[in-house]
Structure formats: structure tokens, C-alpha cells
């Protein structure tokens, strides 16, 4: 899967950062990257797919972009479910 990265996505990008509450291990920041990986391949919103990136930072924080004209609240709420499955994991 070639995702795209935070630096492509276009200026009125959406931005949410998620913060873990300790520094994430090499395991489970591989766990993170196959799962949010997987869900932005196959996000979408009323029925449009999202064109979005992501990347992990410090170990800890979770950077998430969307491209606004796509992201609607129904796309974000499967992004804040999709966020909360893996902090339940983790």
C-alpha cells in the first residue's frame, strides 16, 4: 500500500493529533501503522473515499490529515471510532 504523506496533503487539510498518554514501543507503533493504515485505505465518507495521510511523531503522538472538501462528520466519527479501537488495544 503506498500511502501518502503528511507533506502532499493540500493546504486546507484537515489536522487532528492524537496523544498517547506513555511513549508507544517499536511493536506497538507497528500496530498503529497497520491499523490506521488500513482504515485510511478505507475511509470513507457518505460513500466518498478520503483522501488522507498519516504519520506517528515522538513515538507518541498520532498526526492524522484529511482533505477537508472530503471530510464530513460522519467520515470523522469512523476516524474518532477507529482511534478509540486502538487506544482500547494499546
Known sequence: MNMKRL??????A?????Q??????????EIVESEVSAF?????S???AMDAAFEISLN????IA???SRASGCGIDKSVKCIQALGSRL
Open 60 to 63: 507518541r503522538m498520532l498526526v
Open 40 to 44: 485510511l485505505a478505507d475511509w470513507t
Open 14 to 18: 484537515r489536522v487532528w493529533i492524537y
Open 20 to 29: 498517547a498518554s506513555r511513549f508507544l514501543t517499536s511493536s506497538e507503533i
Open 66 to 68: 484529511a482533505d477537508e
Open 7 to 12: 507533506i502532499e496533503m493540500p493546504d486546507n
Open 46 to 48: 457518505h460513500g466518498v
